[in-house]
C-alpha cells in the first residue's frame, strides 16, 4: 500500500473550504489512487491519500490534488498563509515493493486575497465643505461632489462625470473595500494623464499629485486622498489609474476619469461638447443663494463652491463664455473599454509531486515527492508562476512592462494566458542556461 497524510491549515477568518472543494487529480485517478479528506474543523484540512498495490508511482511532475479555497466577503486584501505538513511517517510509504520510498518535501504557502474599490470620488478641495482647507484630511469627505461619479471605460461622459469648479480637478478619493486601515500609498501607485478627446492612449501625462495620503473613511474604508494645486487641472479630463501592485492588492489596474469646464451648468450643452453659454450665465443670475439659504454640494450655479450664489459666480461664468467650437470646450469622451478583468473570488492551490532536478520554490501550497532509495533526499521542482516568470526575466535585465503582467493575471481567457506564460518561462529558462554557461 501506498499512502501518506498531511494536515493543511488555513486562516478561517480569510478563507473557508469545503470536502467537495479538495479533489484529487485526474492524474492520480489514471493510476488508481484515492483520497480521503476531512475539512469538518474550521482553518484545517486532513488530507489521505493511498493505492493499493495496483497503484503505480508518480512520475514527473504531476498534481496531487486541487484546493479550491473561498475567499470571505469581509476578508482584508493581502496574503492569508497556508501551512502544509506531513502528519505520519516524514514519507511515503511503500510496502510489498522494493523500489524504496517517495522522499517528500514541502513548503508553506498562501492565497492572495484581492482588494476591491468600493467607489472613487470627486471633491471640491479648499472648499466651504471642507473648511477651506487645501491640505488633503479627512475632512475631504464632506466635499464630495455626491452628485458626480467617474466615467467608466466604455460608458459616454455626460453632466454627472464632470464638475464647473471654478479651482478646476484639485482632489479625488478613492476608498478601498478591504484594505488594511495601516496601508500607506504614494503616488506611484497611480497614473495620471489628461486629456480631452476619446484617445485617451495619447493623453499626456497630468501633473504631479502635490499630496497622496490616506485616512480612514467613516464607513471604517481606507481612503486614498489625492490632492493637487488649484486650476492645475481644468477645462479637460484627468483619467486615474490605480495600479494593481504590491501596495493596492487590486487583481488589476482600476480605471476612470473625471472631468471639469469651469462656469458650465449644463444650460446648453451638444451631445458632443459641454461649453459656457448666455444660458448658463442668466441661470446664475437666476439662482442667488444666501447666508440664510445656502446652495448645497449638489448646487449647478456654486461655481466656486462657498455656498453662495451671488456676484463672484456671475463673474465666473461670464468670464468663462465659449462656444461648442472652442478649445476651452469639454468634449463629452467615450473611452474605450478596457479588457475583461478577472473578478477574483476565491483561489485554487495544489499539492503536486515531481521528480527531477531543483528549480526555485515559486508555487504557493506545493508539496513535492521523489521515487529515491531511502537514504536519498527528495528535490523540490515546481512549476513557475506568473510572478517567478517575471521575476527571472528582471534577473536577466528584462524588465517586463507591468501592464503585461497585469494582462497575464488578469486575462478571462486562461488558456491563452496560460500559453503566455508558458513561453516566457521556456524564454526565461534558455536565458538562465545561456548565462551560466558563459
Do not use: C
Not at 99 to 111: D, P, Y
Not at 217 to 225: R, S
Not at 278 to 286: F, I, P, R, T, Y
Not at 313 to 321: C, H, N, P, T
Amino acid at each position: 500500500v501506498l499512502s501518506a497524510d498531511f494536515t493543511i491549515t488555513y486562516d478561517a477568518s480569510q478563507l473557508s473550504i469545503s470536502n467537495t472543494d479538495v479533489t484529487l487529480s485526474s492524474y492520480l485517478v489514471s493510476q488508481d489512487w484515492g483520497i480521503a479528506k476531512n475539512t469538518t474543523t474550521a482553518g484545517q484540512i486532513l488530507l489521505s491519500l493511498y493505492a493499493t498495490d495496483q497503484g503505480a508511482l508518480p512520475s514527473g511532475t504531476p498534481q496531487l490534488v486541487n484546493l479550491n479555497f473561498h475567499v470571505a466577503s469581509n476578508a482584508q486584501a493581502g496574503t492569508s498563509p497556508i501551512g502544509l505538513s506531513l502528519t505520519q511517517n516524514q514519507s511515503i510509504n511503500q510496502k510489498g515493493f522494493n523500489e524504496g520510498n517517495l522522499v517528500t518535501s514541502f513548503s508553506n504557502g498562501s492565497v492572495i486575497v484581492p482588494a476591491s474599490i468600493a467607489n472613487e470620488y470627486i471633491f471640491y478641495n479648499n472648499s466651504k465643505f471642507d473648511s477651506n482647507n487645501s491640505a488633503a484630511n479627512s475632512s475631504d469627505y464632506n466635499a464630495i461632489a455626491t452628485d458626480k461619479t467617474g466615467l467608466q471605460p466604455g460608458g459616454t461622459a455626460s453632466f454627472s462625470n464632470y464638475t464647473s469648479y471654478s479651482r478646476g480637478i484639485n482632489g479625488i478619493l478613492v476608498d478601498f473595500a478591504n484594505l488594511s486601515t495601516s496601508t500607506t500609498l504614494s503616488a506611484s501607485d497611480f497614473q495620471f494623464k489628461v486629456g480631452n478627446n476619446n484617445t485617451p492612449s495619447g493623453w499626456a501625462n497630468a501633473p504631479a499629485p502635490q499630496t497622496v495620503t490616506t485616512w480612514v473613511g467613516p464607513n471604517g474604508h481606507l481612503f486614498a486622498d489625492v490632492v493637487w494645486a488649484d486650476n492645475q487641472i481644468q477645462n479637460q479630463w484627468l483619467q486615474i489609474t490605480v495600479k494593481a501592485d504590491a501596495n493596492t492588492h487590486l487583481a488589476s489596474d482600476r480605471v476612470f476619469y473625471f472631468g471639469n469646464e469651469i462656469g458650465d451648468t449644463g444650460a446648453a450643452n451638444t451631445g458632443t461638447k459641454a461649453f459656457v453659454s448666455a444660458a448658463d450665465v442668466s441661470g446664475v443670475q437666476s439662482n442667488p443663494a444666501t447666508s440664510l439659504h445656502p446652495s448645497p454640494i449638489t448646487g449647478a450655479y456654486d461655481l466656486n463652491r462657498d455656498g453662495l450664489v451671488n456676484a463672484a459666480d456671475i463673474m465666473i461664468a461670464q468670464g468663462s463664455l465659449n462656444s461648442s467650437l472652442s478649445p476651452t470646450a469639454l468634449t463629452l469622451i467615450s473611452p474605450p473599454s478596457a479588457p475583461a478583468a478577472l473578478i477574483a473570488t476565491g483561489s485554487s492551490q495544489a499539492l503536486s509531486m515531481a521528480t527531477g532536478a531543483s528549480q526555485p520554490a515559486t508555487s504557493d501550497a506545493v508539496i513535492t515527492a521523489a521515487s529515491m532509495p531511502a537514504t536519498s533526499t527528495g528535490k523540490t521542482s515546481q512549476a513557475a508562476s506568473v510572478d517567478h516568470v517575471f521575476a527571472e526575466l528582471k534577473a536577466l535585465g528584462l524588465d517586463a512592462d507591468h501592464r503585461l503582467e497585469s494582462l497575464l493575471e488578469s486575462s478571462s481567457d486562461d488558456s491563452w494566458a496560460k500559453s503566455l506564460e508558458a513561453d516566457l518561462e521556456s524564454l526565461a529558462q534558455h536565458l538562465l542556461t545561456s548565462r551560466s554557461q558563459k
